[in-house]
């Protein structure tokens, strides 16, 4: 089982960016996939990008193809999303998701979930 904590939100000004981590506790981090999903008020939870375990990762929005960079350190037991050139869209809570062995846009897949970490961003 895991426990997943994500941090480093915030809020940023367009064009800035910042960096969210998931860090995890428990056993199995090495073999699992690593989602990061987002939900912004009023809107459902969807799937931004996920990184399977041993790396590579799948983009499941479009509009953070170019901005949005996702990883892994395994040693450490964690993952980041690194997000650049913000904009008022992307603000949201973003969530952190593990649990399943394949990377799936599905939120019913995963099994393990972090608390959640605000970002917004306006200028």
């Known amino acids: 089982q895991l426990q997943l904590v994500e941090s480093g939100g915030g809020s940023a000004q367009p064009g800035g960016s910042l960096r969210l981590s998931c860090e995890a506790s428990?056993?199995?981090?090495?073999?699992?996939?690593i989602a990061w999903f987002r939900q912004a008020p009023g809107k459902e939870r969807e799937a931004v990008v996920c990184i399977r375990d041993i790396g590579g990762a799948i983009y499941y929005e479009d509009s953070v193809k170019d901005r949005f960079k996702t990883s892994r350190d395994n040693s450490k037991k964690t993952a980041y999303l690194q997000m650049n050139k913000l904009t008022p869209e992307d603000t949201a809570v973003y969530y952190c998701a593990s649990g399943t062995y394949q990377c799936s846009p599905d939120r019913w897949q995963y099994h393990y979930w972090g608390q959640g970490t605000q970002v917004t961003v306006a200028s």
């Open positions: 428990g056993y199995g981090f090495d073999y699992y996939a």
